[in-house]
């Protein structure tokens, strides 16, 4: 490595190994000891909620009550969120 380029494309190289090695290894990790793959959770925390509820063997029930149903609903905020450092 003769000059910054160079170096700048070794390490981006090697970043984006080590981080497809993770990937797969906790893809391997998560399949293998929950037997979900989290590539089908659009998040972490879908994912956290789903191991949870197979742990713990509980089934979620239907809302069939309205007044329920509405303070759920009124709860949820819409719109973007992100984590800025």
Same mark, same amino acid.
Not at 42 to 65: G, M, V
């Given at each position: 490595? @003769?000059?910054?380029?160079?170096?700048?494309r070794h390490y981006m190289?090697?970043?984006?190994?080590? &981080?497809?090695?993770?990937f797969r290894k906790f893809? /391997?990790?998560?399949?293998?000891? /929950?037997?979900?793959?989290?590539? /089908?959770?659009?998040?972490?925390?879908?994912?956290?909620?789903?191991?949870?509820?197979?742990?713990?063997?509980?089934?979620?029930?239907?809302?069939?009550?309205? @007044?329920?149903?509405?303070?759920?609903? &009124?709860?949820?905020?819409?719109?973007?969120s992100y984590v800025a450092?």
């Amino acid at each position: 490595m @003769k000059t910054i380029r160079d170096y700048t494309r070794h390490y981006m190289v090697l970043d984006v190994l080590i &981080s497809a090695d993770l990937f797969r290894k906790f893809r /391997h990790t998560m399949y293998y000891t /929950h037997g979900l793959d989290y590539l /089908h959770f659009p998040s972490l925390p879908s994912l956290t909620l789903q191991i949870a509820l197979k742990i713990t063997s509980i089934e979620l029930e239907l809302i069939e009550d309205s @007044k329920i149903y509405l303070m759920i609903e &009124s709860g949820i905020r819409r719109g973007l969120s992100y984590v800025a450092y």
